[in-house]
């Protein structure tokens, strides 16, 4: 269980809960909307499927409790106990996994517009970070290492 919990680290709550609410805001036309989580609320994901990444297998129907930053259990939703005061995310259907990383991005410059439609479009001199880095977040992705070539 242990090895399993290293796996599972806080990463995947806070990219899960971000990606939620970053999703649900971009899509009701607040993106602008800022969002902050505390370390002190305790969270309780239940009815989730967890990918721990040791072995390939999911867990299907756990519940993943984050206390104080830390990952305090996972178990069958059925047995495991949530505290009164805990926020609970229903993740029925849902996954949850480890953040990912991309150690190799361009963040400057035009090739981002592949992602946009032709309307959205923008000018090197235009890039919306909020935008791209969006795109990260709402695909599990929570370090970026950005690369910059000089000419």
């Excluded at 909307?33 to 867990?59: C, G, K, Q, T």
């Excluded at 930053?69 to 069958?76: C, D």
């Excluded at 000018?123 to 935008?131: G, L, M």
Aim: net charge negative.
């Amino acid at each position: 269980m242990k090895r399993m919990l290293k796996f599972l680290t806080i990463g995947i709550a806070i990219v899960v809960i971000a990606s939620v609410f970053f999703f649900t805001s971009y899509q009701e036309g607040r993106a602008d909307r800022e969002v902050y989580f505390s370390a002190d609320v305790a969270v309780a994901f239940v009815h989730v499927n967890a990918i721990p990444m040791d072995r390939e297998v999911v867990l299907f129907d756990q519940t993943v409790i984050i206390e104080e930053g830390r990952i305090r259990e996972i178990g069958p939703a059925s047995s495991t106990k949530v505290q009164t005061g805990t926020t609970i995310i229903d993740a029925h259907g849902q996954y949850l996994m480890p953040a990912l990383s991309d150690m190799y991005a361009h963040l400057l410059g035009q090739t981002w517009n592949i992602m946009f439609p032709p309307e959205a479009q923008f000018t090197a001199d235009e890039i919306d970070f909020n935008k791209l880095l969006f795109l990260y977040v709402a695909n599990g992705v929570a370090t970026v290492q950005g690369y910059v070539g000089l000419s």
